[in-house]
Structure formats: structure tokens, C-alpha cells
């Protein structure tokens, strides 16, 4: 790799060298969960619904066009986990090739997924749909269930603090006594887990469905068996972010992360995983059409069936989103990385912008509650003119669809306003700061992450065009 500007007394090897292609999607992605969040819990959709089960589908272009990209990326939940895959896992094998003590590696993992697990519980047993931001908006203070109930599913992430641990010793295992040299072998190796993984998910969806509780994994029937033993069923393979079979965006996703931490990397190899990507989009494609072609295979195998938001994806939506995920990586890889030009996009004004919101994606993802401030100054304002009250959930005609374009802007406005505020804390008080002073507590490897301000360019990006170079978190 190619690092052209030194930064003043400050050495090389100390610094994160980070790739700027996964900084501007982590960024855009968080950018886009707010947007698409806070539209859905305004805007009133029955209509577009409505319209759907009756058969009217003349809509607009402009329409047409919002469901296809909404539907489409709006549904690309694995995406966070995909991209913290990726990271991790090129951090443990670059340091695995350093010869650090590999049992250190795996602890920091393990360590690393227990604080966002618990992290995870704890944002959305109180966060927005939990205990503070259902009696923030009811004004019922006395109501524990929302906690309880919040709990009861498994979300973002959780799913990132479980695969970080899975994936910790299986990498653990695979790159201990110079498992590294070996490529090709821990490549298959993840390969062969990805197919048990797609093959096992559909399997036991339907064996639950069956023997246990019938239209599971619908979050609508599972809600209705509130027990320990469906909780945990719920993570391995329930609605939401279960394991199974989102292990897939985190297996994948490590391939990625081990094919980039070889001293030499071939561009080649970005075009297997587009073709990749592309076979994931074709096969999954089949699964829709035919589950749309047959009902009664839908109706009764979970493969087939086409799921939205809520619910376990089915193989073939999965796929779909994944296959697309992989691709998008791929073409920022080739046109920025791969081309030696990481430092020069990085220091662009809209990369900066999104770097920004990168830096603080943990923050704005669990402080998703803090939207509810703009929304209520809002409300006082307008309410009066419209009959409009933003602290209720669908309550935006699409008459009055010009007021969701201002809202999503001015809530977007407040979480820049909040992110300038952080950094100029130096990120102190933001989740960043409690997750990494929560893994040292708990780790031998201290993170270095708070010690540079990735917004001043204390930071060495990474370009693929000559020698790597070591990267660190």
C-alpha cells in the first residue's frame, strides 16, 4: 500500500489505518437508517397498502420509483453487521500475521461482542421502543412491559456482539500456528459454514412452524409465545436478527475482511466476489418467482416466501439484499482502494461529511430516541395549523407529503448538531466512548480508537496498489 503524506511526530505504526470506502458506507448506511426511520414512523402508508391488496398499482413514476429504492435498500438490515465483519476480521489476521498473542486476539473479540450485546439489550429496552420512549410518547410512566418486551427480540446489535464472538474463535482456530499462510483453506472452510447456514434456516423455520408454533417466524405469532424458551429460539432463528440466518452477512463478510489482509491482495479477486454477489441475486430471485408462482409452496415452505421488514427474511429475499451488499463493497473497493486513491477521496467535503456520521454510528443508532425532541418542538409549531401531533406514529397523509421531506431534514440537521458536539468533546459521553472504556476494563489489547481523531486525518488510509502495509483498529 501507498501512504503519500506523513502526519508530524506522530509514527506510522501507531496510527489506524483504515479503509474509506467502509467509513462512507458505514456512514451513508446510519444517514439512510434515520432517514427511512423517521419516515416510517410518520408517514401514513395504509393507502399505498391498500392499493397493493386491491390490485391498483398505477402509480406514479415518482412513486414507483421510492417503493423500488425504499423496498430494496430500506431492507438492508444485515448491512452493519456485514460491514463489521469485514473490519474485524481484517484487524484480527493483520495481527494475527504480527504474531500477537492469538489468545489476547480471541479475548478481545469475546470481550468486544459481550459489551455490544449488552449494549444492545440495554438501547432497546430503554431506547425508543422501549420503557423511556413509549412513556415519552403515551406519558404512561408505569409501564415496564415495553423493556420486556423490546428485550424479547434480537436486534442490530446483538446480532453484531453474537457473530463478533462466534467469528472470534472460529478465526481464533483457523489463523493460530500461521493458519494465515493458508488462504484457500479458511476460505472453504467459511464457504462450507455459509451453505450450512442458508440450508439449516429454512429447515427449521418450517420443523418450529410444525412441532412447536404454528406461523413461525411471523413476529405477530411468535409475540404471543412471551417464554424464555421462545427468547432464545428467538435468537437463534426467530423474527428480527436471529443468527440464523444473518451469520451468512458475517461469514461473508469475514471472507472479505481475510481476502484483504493477504500482504498482496489481487484486484481479481473483487471480481469473484461480484460474481459472487450476482449468483446470490439470481438464486434468490428464482426462490421469489416461484414462491410468487405457487402460493401454496409459499404458504407452506418458509423458502419461498417473500418477507419485507419484520420477519425472518426468507432464503431468497436474503440473498437478494446480500448479493447487492457484496456488490456495492466491491465497486468502492475497485474505484477507491484498488486505484490508490483513499486518501484523496477521504479528504473530498461530502466523504468528510459521512466519515463524520461513521464515527459516531453506534451513537446515532442507540440514541435514536433523541429524534423524539425535534419531532415534539416541531409538533408545537405546526399542530395547530395542521391537526398534526408528531409524537404519534402515522400520522402524515400523503397530502402533507412535503412535511415528511422537511421533517427528515430537520431531525438529520439535530443529529449533525449533535455529532459536532461530541467530537468537540473529543467523543466523550458518546457510545463509542462507553464500548471502548467498557473492552478495556475487560481486555489485555487496549483500543486505541479514542486516541485519534479520525476528523483531524490522524489516519493513514488504505490504498492496494503496492505493498500492505499493517492495519490496526
Known sequence: MNFEKKKANISVDKLPKRLVSLDILRGVAIFGVILVHVSYKLFDASWLMDSFYSGNLSFSPFTWFLIVLLGYFGTWHGFFLFISAIVNSLTFSKKARMEHDMKKLLKKNVAGGVVIVFIGYLVEGLGYWGYFGTAIRSGDWSNFRPFLSENFWIQTLQIIGFALIINGFILFFLLKNEGYKKIKRYILIYVILIFLVLFSTPFLNDLISNNYIPGWPDIYVVSHY????????????????????????????????????????????????????????????????????????????????????????????????????????????????????????????????????????????????????????????????????????????????????????????????????????????????????????????????????????????????????????
Open 226 to 473: 412471551f417464554t424464555f424458551k421462545t427468547m432464545l429460539l428467538n435468537i437463534v432463528i426467530g423474527p428480527k436478527f436471529p443468527l440464523l440466518p444473518f451469520l451468512v452477512s458475517s461469514f461473508v463478510g469475514t471472507i472479505i475482511g481475510l481476502f484483504l489482509s493477504e500482504p498482496n491482495p489481487k484486484r481479481k479477486g473483487l471480481l469473484y466476489f461480484v460474481l459472487s454477489g450476482l449468483l446470490m441475486i439470481f438464486l434468490g430471485s428464482i426462490l421469489i418467482v416461484i414462491g410468487f408462482r405457487f402460493p401454496s409452496l409459499s404458504q407452506k415452505y418458509h423458502i419461498f416466501t417473500f418477507t419485507t421488514i419484520e420477519n425472518t427474511p426468507s432464503i431468497g429475499s436474503y440473498l437478494v439484499r446480500l448479493g447487492g451488499q457484496i456488490i456495492l463493497v466491491m465497486i468502492l473497493l475497485n474505484q477507491i482502494e484498488f486505484r490508490g486513491r483513499g486518501e484523496k477521496v477521504a479528504n473530498k467535503k461530502m466523504v468528510k461529511f459521512f466519515r463524520r456520521w461513521s464515527t459516531l454510528s453506534l451513537t446515532i443508532y442507540s440514541f435514536n430516541i433523541l429524534e423524539l425532541l425535534p419531532r415534539w418542538i416541531l409538533s408545537v409549531i405546526i399542530r395547530k395549523s395542521t391537526g398534526i401531533n408528531l409524537m404519534k406514529h402515522y400520522v402524515i397523509p400523503k397530502e402533507y407529503f412535503y412535511l415528511i421531506v422537511f421533517i427528515d431534514f430537520y431531525v438529520l440537521l439535530f443529529y449533525e448538531l449533535i455529532i459536532q458536539i461530541l467530537l468537540k468533546l473529543k467523543m466523550r459521553g458518546s457510545f463509542e466512548w462507553a464500548y471502548v472504556k467498557l473492552l478495556n476494563a475487560f481486555s489485555t489489547i487496549k483500543s486505541n480508537k479514542l486516541k485519534h481523531d479520525l476528523i483531524q486525518e490522524n489516519v493513514y488510509w488504505i490504498n492496494y496498489k503496492q505493498e500492505t502495509v499493517s492495519y490496526s483498529d
